[in-house]
């Protein structure tokens, strides 16, 4: 694994590095979970196939091992860019490997260093699950309502969502 982190305070760095590694350990828990499927699944995935969506888990954690991933804080955002999601890939690589991603500053607002490390790290799985999908793929879904709301309608389509695994990893891993 591969983290680079650019500007920023050196706390801001910690944070970020450590957010990184909490997001490996949602996306193997949520993996986990994801085999075993039940109503936690079906809340985020509806009657999406379990093998599916924890083969993207997979996915997910083979980039946050293998890519090389770069942390930009020198250029961080006034606004999420999507709602709750602090970490949003700048640019993708997925041929080399390489992930570049800016920061919303909301995140160093928060109440504690363990909720904004915990808001990063789902963040971060959120961007993989944007590159493991590919932005032509995927369907974007805005919020955590709209997100059990497609697992309802499409399944299919949650298992594309990366909002919906983000949400996923987070109930799992409470």
Not at 18 to 43: E, K, N, P, V, Y
Not at 102 to 129: D, E
Not at 143 to 166: E, H, I, K, V, W
């Amino acid at each position: 694994m591969s983290v680079q982190i650019t500007g920023g305070s050196a706390d801001q760095q910690g944070l970020i590095r450590q957010a990184h590694t909490q997001a490996i350990s949602l996306a193997t828990a949520a993996q986990a979970a994801a085999q075993a499927g039940g109503a936690t699944f079906t809340l985020w995935f509806g009657a999406g196939s379990t093998s599916t969506v924890a083969a993207n888990f997979g996915q997910i954690l083979a980039a946050l091992n293998s890519y090389a991933w770069t942390y930009d804080l020198g250029t961080m955002t006034d606004s999420p860019v999507v709602e709750s999601v602090f970490v949003s890939p700048k640019t993708v690589d997925a041929t080399a490997g390489a992930v570049t991603s800016i920061i919303w500053k909301g995140l160093f607002m928060q109440a504690t260093t363990a909720a904004a490390q915990r808001m990063a790290a789902l963040s971060i799985v959120h961007v993989c699950a944007e590159v493991r999908e590919g932005w032509s793929n995927m369907i974007f879904v805005e919020t955590a309502a709209d997100a059990q709301c497609y697992a309802t309608l499409d399944p299919a389509g949650a298992a594309t969502s990366p909002r919906n695994y983000m949400e996923y990893a987070g109930a799992v891993t409470p």
